[in-house]
């Protein structure tokens, strides 16, 4: 099992910017991929970026690409998400996911976070 807890998500201006964190704990940390995924209400959840074991690899997906930075630190057991330049539409619940192989879809990752609400006013 992996446990995966976010923070770092709350109200920002457009604009503005934030940074999330994913604390992992249980398994080796540094044997997974990690993915963001993000829900806003009444959408499906939708991929945002992943990183691969060795951060040797970033994928983005298209409409965060340039704004968005996905990062690891495996000493630390964490995954980074900074977010600049954001918008109302960036509104969602953020996920972090754990899986042992990349993968842009939901159903490839094995261990979910519980999420962090991100905000953008305008």
């Known amino acids: 099992q992996v446990q995966l807890v976010e923070s770092g998500g709350g109200l920002v201006q457009a604009g503005g910017s934030l940074r999330l964190s994913c604390a992992a704990s249980?398994?080796?940390?540094?044997?997974?991929?990690m993915g963001w995924f993000r829900q806003a209400p009444g959408k499906e959840r939708e991929f945002v970026a992943a990183?691969?074991?060795?951060?040797?690899?970033?994928y983005y997906a298209h409409s965060m690409k340039g704004r968005f930075t996905i990062s690891r630190d495996n000493a630390k057991n964490t995954v980074y998400l900074q977010m600049n330049s954001l918008n109302p539409e960036d509104t969602a619940v953020y996920y972090c996911?754990?899986?042992?192989?990349?993968?842009?879809?939901?159903?490839?990752?094995?261990?979910w976070g519980q999420g962090t609400q991100v905000t953008v006013s305008s």
């Open positions: 996911a754990a899986a042992l192989s990349y993968s842009n879809g939901v159903d490839g990752y094995d261990y």
């Open positions: 249980g398994r080796t940390f540094s044997n997974y991929a």
């Open positions: 990183i691969s074991r060795d951060d040797y690899t970033r």
